[in-house]
């Protein structure tokens, strides 16, 4: 079971167990939570639910989530902090899984090789990908267009626009 983390716990909302949850994907978010559809929640090792939402309401800028199995603040307190994920077999186009980044070799635009993605940072609104060169300095891609020219699953190759500057040591 592969899981697509839409978002996470901020706290609980009232006293019925109701999560707080802000949404980390937008409108791709938005479509894995909706009543009837199950969730997971999952801090390091700790992977719980599935859940099954019975409820959702929109508060600020916030998802108010409600599930048949977390009835009391108690329980809601627990999952603060914790990511919330859905089922996912296939992703959105333009959206890949961490584990499938990790290992492929990062290439310039003009064919040359700047590294392999060692890890996948989100840094609040923005992803980063984790970029060790072959004589082990780090530097750091933003996961954005403007950056990420094409990425190749199959093929383990991702091509970037390496401007002035991104990879060069300080």
Known sequence: MRLLKIGYV????????????????????AQHAEPGRKIY?????????????????????????????INSIE??????????????????????WIEDLVGCEVLSEKNETLGTVRDVVN?????????MTPDNREFLVP???????????????????AIPGLVESE
Do not use: M, R, W
């Open 143 to 161: 996961a954005i267009k403007q950056f990420i020219k094409k990425i190749d699953i199959a093929g383990k190759k991702i091509t970037i626009n």
């Open 41 to 69: 929640l999952e801090k390091s090792s700790d992977l719980c639910g599935p859940f099954e939402i019975i409820s959702i309401q929109h508060h600020k800028n916030y998802l108010l989530v409600s599930t048949k199995e």
């Open 123 to 131: 840094a609040g609104p923005n992803t980063l990908y984790s970029v």
């Open 75 to 96: 329980q809601a307190e627990k999952f603060c902090g914790y990511s919330v994920g859905a089922e996912a077999k296939k992703l959105p186009k333009g959206l890949y």
């Open 10 to 29: 901020v706290k609980p909302h009232g006293i019925k167990g109701v999560l707080t949850v802000n949404l980390t994907l937008g409108n791709i978010a």
